[in-house]
DNA sequence: TATAAAACCTACTAACTCGGTAGGATAAAA
DNA sequence: TTTTATCCTACCGAGTTAGTAGGTTTTATA
Protein backbone atom coordinates (compact mmCIF):
# COMPACT_ATOMS: atom_id res chain seq x y z
CA UNK A 1 0.00 0.00 0.00
CA UNK A 2 1.31 3.47 -0.41
CA UNK A 3 1.52 5.73 2.76
CA UNK A 4 -0.39 8.76 3.83
CA UNK A 5 2.53 10.58 3.08
CA UNK A 6 2.31 9.46 -1.09
CA UNK A 7 -1.45 9.76 -0.82
CA UNK A 8 -1.42 13.38 -0.27
CA UNK A 9 1.56 13.82 -2.23
CA UNK A 10 -0.69 13.13 -5.43
CA UNK A 11 -3.54 15.21 -4.22
CA UNK A 12 -1.06 17.96 -3.95
CA UNK A 13 0.49 17.61 -7.15
CA UNK A 14 -2.93 17.15 -8.93
CA UNK A 15 -4.20 20.29 -7.40
CA UNK A 16 -0.62 22.20 -8.19
CA UNK A 17 -1.40 21.06 -12.07
CA UNK A 18 -4.71 22.30 -11.63
CA UNK A 19 -3.25 25.42 -10.58
CA UNK A 20 -0.28 25.53 -13.09
CA UNK A 21 -1.27 28.63 -14.21
CA UNK A 22 -1.82 30.66 -11.25
CA UNK A 23 1.58 30.87 -9.95
CA UNK A 24 2.61 29.86 -6.42
CA UNK A 25 0.09 28.00 -4.37
CA UNK A 26 -0.32 28.68 -0.63
CA UNK A 27 0.88 25.45 1.55
CA UNK A 28 -2.16 26.26 3.74
CA UNK A 29 -4.42 26.52 0.50
CA UNK A 30 -3.91 22.96 -0.38
CA UNK A 31 -3.93 21.60 2.95
CA UNK A 32 -7.68 23.48 3.45
CA UNK A 33 -8.84 22.50 0.03
CA UNK A 34 -7.31 18.87 0.56
CA UNK A 35 -7.97 18.26 4.23
CA UNK A 36 -4.55 17.76 4.92
CA UNK A 37 -2.82 18.68 7.99
CA UNK A 38 -1.26 21.51 7.05
CA UNK A 39 2.52 21.00 9.12
CA UNK A 40 2.66 17.35 7.74
CA UNK A 41 2.03 18.71 3.88
CA UNK A 42 5.09 21.18 4.29
CA UNK A 43 6.80 18.40 4.90
CA UNK A 44 5.62 16.50 1.74
CA UNK A 45 5.56 19.57 -0.71
CA UNK A 46 9.57 20.18 0.72
CA UNK A 47 10.73 16.92 -0.07
CA UNK A 48 8.57 17.00 -3.49
CA UNK A 49 10.91 19.91 -4.46
CA UNK A 50 14.14 18.22 -3.30
CA UNK A 51 13.12 15.81 -5.52
CA UNK A 52 13.57 18.11 -8.70
CA UNK A 53 9.34 18.58 -9.27
CA UNK A 54 8.28 21.23 -7.54
CA UNK A 55 9.80 25.21 -6.94
CA UNK A 56 8.75 27.40 -4.31
CA UNK A 57 9.11 30.75 -3.37
CA UNK A 58 9.27 32.80 -0.18
CA UNK A 59 7.35 35.70 1.79
CA UNK A 60 4.97 37.32 1.18
CA UNK A 61 2.80 35.73 -2.73
CA UNK A 62 5.02 32.89 -2.34
CA UNK A 63 4.40 29.58 -2.32
CA UNK A 64 4.40 26.20 -4.23
CA UNK A 65 4.71 25.28 -8.34
CA UNK A 66 5.21 23.09 -10.46
CA UNK A 67 8.27 23.10 -12.45
CA UNK A 68 7.99 20.56 -14.72
CA UNK A 69 5.66 19.38 -17.70
CA UNK A 70 2.84 17.25 -16.04
CA UNK A 71 3.67 14.86 -18.77
CA UNK A 72 7.05 14.45 -17.65
CA UNK A 73 6.82 13.69 -14.16
CA UNK A 74 5.26 9.31 -14.51
CA UNK A 75 3.62 8.52 -10.88
CA UNK A 76 6.53 6.06 -10.06
CA UNK A 77 8.83 9.12 -9.88
CA UNK A 78 6.45 10.20 -7.23
CA UNK A 79 5.96 7.04 -5.41
CA UNK A 80 9.82 6.03 -5.58
CA UNK A 81 10.56 9.28 -3.89
CA UNK A 82 7.91 9.49 -1.45
CA UNK A 83 7.68 5.49 -0.06
CA UNK A 84 10.81 4.12 -2.03
CA UNK A 85 10.94 0.87 -4.13
CA UNK A 86 7.83 -0.50 -6.35
CA UNK A 87 8.95 -3.92 -6.56
CA UNK A 88 7.98 -6.73 -3.67
CA UNK A 89 11.09 -7.81 -3.14
CA UNK A 90 14.51 -6.26 -2.84
CA UNK A 91 16.08 -8.78 -5.66
CA UNK A 92 13.75 -7.41 -8.33
CA UNK A 93 13.78 -4.01 -7.50
CA UNK A 94 15.50 -1.90 -10.22
CA UNK A 95 16.28 1.59 -8.26
CA UNK A 96 16.44 0.04 -4.58
CA UNK A 97 17.91 -3.07 -5.74
CA UNK A 98 19.94 -5.89 -2.92
CA UNK A 99 21.15 -9.09 -3.87
CA UNK A 100 19.14 -12.04 -2.29
CA UNK A 101 21.09 -14.21 0.13
CA UNK A 102 18.83 -17.26 0.33
CA UNK A 103 18.02 -17.71 -3.00
CA UNK A 104 19.50 -17.63 -6.23
CA UNK A 105 18.58 -15.51 -9.02
CA UNK A 106 18.55 -17.17 -11.80
CA UNK A 107 16.29 -20.13 -10.96
CA UNK A 108 14.45 -19.22 -8.08
CA UNK A 109 10.79 -19.27 -8.98
CA UNK A 110 9.78 -16.74 -6.69
CA UNK A 111 12.06 -14.15 -8.15
CA UNK A 112 10.97 -15.02 -11.54
CA UNK A 113 7.29 -14.24 -10.30
CA UNK A 114 8.51 -10.97 -8.85
CA UNK A 115 9.95 -9.95 -11.66
CA UNK A 116 7.26 -10.58 -13.77
CA UNK A 117 4.95 -8.29 -11.49
CA UNK A 118 7.32 -5.55 -11.44
CA UNK A 119 7.11 -5.59 -14.95
CA UNK A 120 3.34 -4.93 -15.46
CA UNK A 121 3.41 -2.42 -12.56
CA UNK A 122 6.11 -0.57 -14.24
CA UNK A 123 4.66 -0.61 -17.30
CA UNK A 124 1.93 1.61 -15.92
CA UNK A 125 3.54 3.71 -12.96
CA UNK A 126 6.48 4.51 -15.63
CA UNK A 127 3.88 5.50 -18.91
CA UNK A 128 1.34 7.12 -16.52
CA UNK A 129 1.92 10.87 -15.81
CA UNK A 130 0.43 13.76 -13.36
CA UNK A 131 -1.34 14.40 -16.27
CA UNK A 132 -3.26 11.66 -16.12
CA UNK A 133 -4.43 11.52 -12.89
CA UNK A 134 -5.50 14.83 -13.78
CA UNK A 135 -7.16 14.69 -17.06
CA UNK A 136 -10.14 12.45 -15.72
CA UNK A 137 -10.17 14.79 -12.58
CA UNK A 138 -9.70 14.56 -8.99
CA UNK A 139 -12.74 15.85 -7.08
CA UNK A 140 -12.99 17.20 -3.60
CA UNK B 1 7.69 -4.69 -0.55
CA UNK B 2 6.46 -7.93 1.07
CA UNK B 3 7.89 -8.61 4.50
CA UNK B 4 10.09 -10.71 5.78
CA UNK B 5 7.28 -12.96 7.22
CA UNK B 6 5.84 -13.21 3.71
CA UNK B 7 8.77 -13.82 2.51
CA UNK B 8 9.90 -16.52 5.18
CA UNK B 9 6.42 -17.98 4.26
CA UNK B 10 7.27 -18.69 0.39
CA UNK B 11 10.55 -20.41 1.69
CA UNK B 12 8.90 -22.63 3.88
CA UNK B 13 6.02 -23.18 1.59
CA UNK B 14 8.28 -23.67 -1.26
CA UNK B 15 10.06 -26.45 1.09
CA UNK B 16 6.88 -28.49 1.99
CA UNK B 17 5.62 -28.70 -1.41
CA UNK B 18 9.15 -30.53 -2.43
CA UNK B 19 8.75 -32.53 0.57
CA UNK B 20 5.09 -33.02 0.27
CA UNK B 21 5.68 -37.23 0.13
CA UNK B 22 7.57 -36.90 2.99
CA UNK B 23 4.71 -36.30 5.90
CA UNK B 24 4.91 -34.10 8.45
CA UNK B 25 8.45 -31.81 8.42
CA UNK B 26 9.30 -30.53 11.24
CA UNK B 27 9.30 -26.53 11.76
CA UNK B 28 13.95 -27.04 13.01
CA UNK B 29 13.78 -28.64 9.89
CA UNK B 30 12.41 -26.07 7.62
CA UNK B 31 14.24 -23.11 10.07
CA UNK B 32 17.39 -24.62 9.42
CA UNK B 33 17.44 -25.38 6.21
CA UNK B 34 16.20 -22.19 5.16
CA UNK B 35 17.82 -20.13 7.42
CA UNK B 36 14.91 -18.78 8.87
CA UNK B 37 14.64 -18.12 12.95
CA UNK B 38 12.95 -20.99 14.21
CA UNK B 39 10.59 -18.82 16.52
CA UNK B 40 9.28 -16.80 14.25
CA UNK B 41 8.87 -18.98 11.54
CA UNK B 42 6.51 -21.04 14.18
CA UNK B 43 4.39 -17.66 14.37
CA UNK B 44 4.62 -17.70 10.30
CA UNK B 45 3.27 -21.78 9.93
CA UNK B 46 0.74 -21.33 12.42
CA UNK B 47 -0.61 -18.58 10.44
CA UNK B 48 -0.40 -20.48 7.46
CA UNK B 49 -2.00 -23.32 9.04
CA UNK B 50 -4.89 -21.22 10.64
CA UNK B 51 -5.22 -19.55 6.93
CA UNK B 52 -6.31 -23.00 5.38
CA UNK B 53 -3.34 -23.96 3.35
CA UNK B 54 -0.93 -25.94 6.18
CA UNK B 55 -1.70 -28.70 8.61
CA UNK B 56 -0.01 -30.12 11.60
CA UNK B 57 0.45 -32.85 13.63
CA UNK B 58 1.64 -32.45 17.67
CA UNK B 59 3.96 -35.20 19.35
CA UNK B 60 6.47 -37.45 17.79
CA UNK B 61 6.97 -37.62 14.08
CA UNK B 62 5.03 -34.16 14.24
CA UNK B 63 5.48 -31.24 11.86
CA UNK B 64 4.12 -29.27 9.64
CA UNK B 65 2.42 -30.52 5.71
CA UNK B 66 0.51 -29.00 3.03
CA UNK B 67 -3.19 -29.53 2.93
CA UNK B 68 -4.04 -28.04 -0.36
CA UNK B 69 -2.83 -29.47 -4.05
CA UNK B 70 0.28 -26.91 -4.64
CA UNK B 71 -1.38 -25.70 -7.72
CA UNK B 72 -5.06 -24.67 -6.00
CA UNK B 73 -2.99 -21.78 -4.23
CA UNK B 74 -2.37 -18.90 -5.27
CA UNK B 75 0.32 -16.67 -4.51
CA UNK B 76 -2.19 -13.51 -3.34
CA UNK B 77 -3.83 -15.75 -0.98
CA UNK B 78 -0.61 -15.88 0.79
CA UNK B 79 0.21 -12.52 0.67
CA UNK B 80 -3.29 -11.69 1.74
CA UNK B 81 -2.87 -13.71 4.67
CA UNK B 82 0.37 -12.22 5.83
CA UNK B 83 0.94 -9.04 4.76
CA UNK B 84 -2.53 -8.00 3.76
CA UNK B 85 -4.02 -5.55 1.01
CA UNK B 86 -2.41 -6.06 -2.47
CA UNK B 87 -3.38 -2.64 -3.85
CA UNK B 88 -1.94 0.26 -3.74
CA UNK B 89 -4.77 2.33 -2.22
CA UNK B 90 -7.43 1.14 0.13
CA UNK B 91 -10.12 2.01 -2.54
CA UNK B 92 -9.33 -0.16 -5.07
CA UNK B 93 -8.97 -2.99 -2.76
CA UNK B 94 -11.00 -5.89 -3.74
CA UNK B 95 -10.68 -7.74 -0.35
CA UNK B 96 -10.11 -5.03 1.90
CA UNK B 97 -11.47 -2.17 1.08
CA UNK B 98 -12.23 1.53 2.47
CA UNK B 99 -13.93 4.18 0.75
CA UNK B 100 -12.11 7.06 -0.28
CA UNK B 101 -13.00 10.36 1.62
CA UNK B 102 -11.29 12.74 -0.30
CA UNK B 103 -11.67 11.56 -3.92
CA UNK B 104 -15.16 10.30 -5.93
CA UNK B 105 -13.98 6.80 -7.37
CA UNK B 106 -16.06 7.43 -10.52
CA UNK B 107 -13.78 10.31 -12.03
CA UNK B 108 -10.40 9.96 -8.94
CA UNK B 109 -7.76 9.98 -11.95
CA UNK B 110 -5.41 8.51 -9.14
CA UNK B 111 -8.12 5.77 -8.38
CA UNK B 112 -8.57 4.27 -11.89
CA UNK B 113 -4.85 4.41 -12.58
CA UNK B 114 -4.22 2.50 -9.08
CA UNK B 115 -7.29 -0.23 -10.33
CA UNK B 116 -5.15 -0.83 -13.64
CA UNK B 117 -2.02 -1.56 -11.40
CA UNK B 118 -4.03 -3.59 -9.06
CA UNK B 119 -5.41 -5.38 -12.32
CA UNK B 120 -2.81 -5.87 -13.52
CA UNK B 121 -0.83 -7.44 -9.94
CA UNK B 122 -3.72 -9.68 -9.70
CA UNK B 123 -3.76 -11.32 -13.26
CA UNK B 124 -0.50 -12.54 -12.16
CA UNK B 125 -0.67 -13.40 -8.44
CA UNK B 126 -3.93 -14.79 -8.64
CA UNK B 127 -3.09 -17.51 -11.21
CA UNK B 128 0.67 -18.15 -10.27
CA UNK B 129 0.44 -20.63 -7.66
CA UNK B 130 2.92 -22.43 -4.87
CA UNK B 131 3.35 -25.06 -8.04
CA UNK B 132 4.63 -22.76 -9.94
CA UNK B 133 7.32 -21.10 -7.39
CA UNK B 134 8.31 -24.41 -7.11
CA UNK B 135 8.70 -25.43 -10.95
CA UNK B 136 11.68 -23.31 -11.70
CA UNK B 137 13.50 -24.62 -8.62
CA UNK B 138 13.76 -22.62 -5.28
CA UNK B 139 18.11 -23.15 -4.72
CA UNK B 140 19.39 -22.65 -0.92
C1' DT C 1 13.52 50.22 6.78
C1' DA C 2 10.14 48.04 9.54
C1' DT C 3 6.79 44.59 9.19
C1' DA C 4 4.22 40.96 7.82
C1' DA C 5 3.96 36.84 5.17
C1' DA C 6 5.54 32.82 3.72
C1' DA C 7 8.69 28.80 3.22
C1' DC C 8 12.18 26.38 5.88
C1' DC C 9 14.27 23.78 9.68
C1' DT C 10 14.78 21.16 14.09
C1' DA C 11 12.95 18.65 17.43
C1' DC C 12 9.53 16.10 19.56
C1' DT C 13 5.55 12.76 20.14
C1' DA C 14 2.17 8.71 20.41
C1' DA C 15 0.98 4.82 18.28
C1' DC C 16 2.03 1.19 15.50
C1' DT C 17 4.72 -2.41 12.89
C1' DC C 18 8.65 -5.50 12.25
C1' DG C 19 11.51 -9.05 13.40
C1' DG C 20 12.52 -11.66 16.99
C1' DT C 21 12.89 -13.94 21.89
C1' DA C 22 11.40 -16.48 26.30
C1' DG C 23 9.01 -19.69 28.53
C1' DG C 24 5.52 -22.47 29.41
C1' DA C 25 0.88 -25.26 28.12
C1' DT C 26 -1.00 -28.84 25.48
C1' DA C 27 -1.27 -32.92 22.80
C1' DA C 28 0.37 -37.20 21.02
C1' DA C 29 3.39 -41.05 20.41
C1' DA C 30 6.44 -44.49 22.35
C1' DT D 1 4.99 -41.60 31.96
C1' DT D 2 8.46 -39.58 29.52
C1' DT D 3 9.77 -37.44 25.43
C1' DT D 4 8.68 -34.84 21.47
C1' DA D 5 6.67 -31.45 19.14
C1' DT D 6 3.20 -27.92 18.23
C1' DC D 7 0.63 -24.21 20.41
C1' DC D 8 0.02 -20.04 23.14
C1' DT D 9 1.00 -15.72 25.72
C1' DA D 10 3.81 -12.32 26.66
C1' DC D 11 7.47 -9.42 25.93
C1' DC D 12 11.29 -6.65 23.60
C1' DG D 13 14.22 -3.06 20.83
C1' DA D 14 14.35 -0.67 16.86
C1' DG D 15 12.24 1.59 13.28
C1' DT D 16 8.33 3.79 10.79
C1' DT D 17 4.11 6.54 10.40
C1' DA D 18 1.53 10.42 10.88
C1' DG D 19 1.59 14.00 12.88
C1' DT D 20 2.62 18.63 16.23
C1' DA D 21 5.25 22.67 18.14
C1' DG D 22 7.93 26.36 17.66
C1' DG D 23 11.32 28.99 15.99
C1' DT D 24 14.55 30.86 11.68
C1' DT D 25 15.16 32.73 7.30
C1' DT D 26 13.82 34.96 3.18
C1' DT D 27 11.08 38.15 0.55
C1' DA D 28 7.59 41.55 -0.83
C1' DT D 29 5.58 45.70 0.31
C1' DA D 30 3.95 49.76 2.90
Redesign the pocket.
Known amino acids: ML???AQ?AFHALSYLVERAEEG?????KIAEEKG?????L??I??EL?RGGILG?????????YLIKDPNEVPLARVIRLI?GPIALLPCVSLNYYERCDTCDEGTCGLHNVMAEVRDANLKILENKTLADIQRSGLSA
Open positions: SKKYPVLISISQKFEALLKSKKGKGGGYD
